[in-house]
C-alpha cells in the first residue's frame, strides 16, 4: 500500500531529527514524508537541510497555519493523491523497526478498520499475573493474563464507584476513560481512541473529516475527537506489533496553567463528541471526576516539589470547570 508520513513539529530541532533517523532504519519506507514545521526560529530547516532523508518534503508554515490541527490539516492539504494511507507522528518519538510494516498488515488485513495506533514501549507499566496471587481489582487492573498497580487517581475512583466500566481505549458515556495502552501480547484490539502520538488512517477517512478547529494551539485530546468521529466509516484498532518509543519532550508545551483549562474544556467537548444528549447520571460522574481530579491534583501543592506546577494547573482546571458550566 502506498503511505506517507505527517509529522506536525513545533520547536523540538534535534527530537525530530532522532525521529527521521528511526525512520531510515525501517523495514517499510514511506513514499513521502511531509514534514510541516510551525517554528519561529529556522533551527529545524538547518538541521534538515545537514542532512539527506528519502522521500522528504519540508514545508514552514505562517502564523495562520500554526498549531497541531492547523498543521495536520496543512500537511492533509499536500499530500500525494496517490496515497492511501496517511501515518501522523508526534515529532517526539523514536520508531522500532518494524512499525510502519505492522500499520500496513492492520490495514490489510481488514477492510472495515478505518484508525491503526501503536503502544510506546518505554511507557509499558504491564506485568505478567502471579496464578497464586491475589490481585483486588480496586487496587490493580487486570487485563487478560497481565496486570498494572493503579495510579491514586483511578485508585481513588475505584473505591469511589467512578472508574471506567470498559476496556483500555474506550470511552464511557460519562468520558474519563482509561487510555488505550495494552500490554505487549501481540494483539490487535478495537477501540474508540486512538493517541495523537501514533495513529494512522484511510486517507479516504482524512480528507472526508479532517481535525477540528475548536482544539487550537497545542490541541490537548484532538486525537480523541479525530477517533470517535473516524468510527462513523468504520473501525479503530490498537496493534501491539506497531512499536515506537514516547519520550515528551518539555519544549513547546503551554504553561500549566492553561493545560489545566484545557484538560477540562477540550474533556468537556470530546465527552459531547461521544454522547451528545448525555443523561443525567452520566452528567453527574463527569463532573464529580472533574472535582475529583482536582481536588488530586491540587493536593500535588502540599506532595510533590514542583508546588507552582501543581498549584496553576488546579486553578486552570477549577477556572475551565467553571467555564463548562457557564458558556456551552
Known sequence: MIFSLVICTYMRPESLLALLESVQQQSLYPNEILIIDGSKDLETENVLKQKHFQNLNYFLVSEENRGLTRQRNFGISKLDSSSEIVCFLDDDTVLEQKYFEEIIKSFQAD????G?????INENKWKLQDKNKYYNKKKFYLFEEYFYRESL?????NYLGLGSNLEPGRMPLYSHAKPPAFPQTGKTYNVDL???MSMSFRKEIVEKIKFSKFFDGYSLYEDADFSLRALQFGKNVINTNVKLNHFHALSGRPNKYSYGKMVVKNGWYVWHVKNAQPVVIDRLKWHLITLLLIFLRFC????SKKRKEAFTESLG???GWFQVLIRK
Open 116 to 120: 491503526v495506533g501503536g503502544v510506546a
Open 111 to 114: 477492510s472495515n478498520v478505518v
Open 153 to 157: 487517581r483511578n485508585l481513588v475512583r
Open 194 to 196: 486512538l493517541i495523537g
Open 300 to 303: 500535588n501543592v502540599f506532595t
Open 317 to 319: 482546571r477549577v477556572v
